[in-house]
């Protein structure tokens, strides 16, 4: 092989080996959003696999992003944004803590997610 060829095939494996990093948002730890949840949203929410969430109109944690797409929940979260003005309220979880939640409700969905454009 040529000093080019090979510096062409030595560059082309280089290329295969760099990833993009991993977003935020799938950074979490479920276990530790499994907690969090339980300990700040449970009294409205199902956080479960299963049954009803205790507050009327509050969706259960395994339906929320069939219809909120995970990067902007974390996003919001994170920013501590209202999410469902005058029917939420504004949470500051703690550093990384949304993600945590957004691994946990990606364990659990019922529904297909609303996936980010990659």
């Known amino acids: 092989m040529s000093r080019v060829g090979g510096l062409i095939a030595t560059a082309l494996m280089l290329a295969a080996c760099v990833t993009e990093p991993t977003p935020a948002w799938?950074?979490?730890d479920a276990a530790v959003?499994?907690?969090?949840?339980?300990d700040n949203c449970?009294?409205?929410?199902?956080?479960?696999?299963?049954g009803d969430s205790p507050k009327l109109g509050a969706l259960p944690f395994r339906n929320?992003?069939?219809?909120?797409?995970?990067?902007?929940?974390?996003?919001?979260?994170?920013?501590?944004q209202a999410i469902a003005p005058g029917r939420m309220p504004v949470f500051h979880f703690g550093e990384g803590h949304e993600y945590d939640i957004?691994?946990?409700?990606?364990?659990?969905?019922d529904a297909p997610i609303r996936e980010p454009a990659e």
């Open 102 to 109: 957004i691994a946990w409700m990606l364990s659990i969905q």
């Open 64 to 80: 929320i992003l069939a219809g909120y797409r995970p990067d902007w929940l974390a996003d919001d979260l994170h920013t501590s």
């Open 42 to 50: 449970a009294s409205c929410h199902a956080v479960e696999r299963t």
């Open 33 to 38: 959003g499994h907690q969090v949840a339980k």
């Open 26 to 28: 799938k950074s979490g």
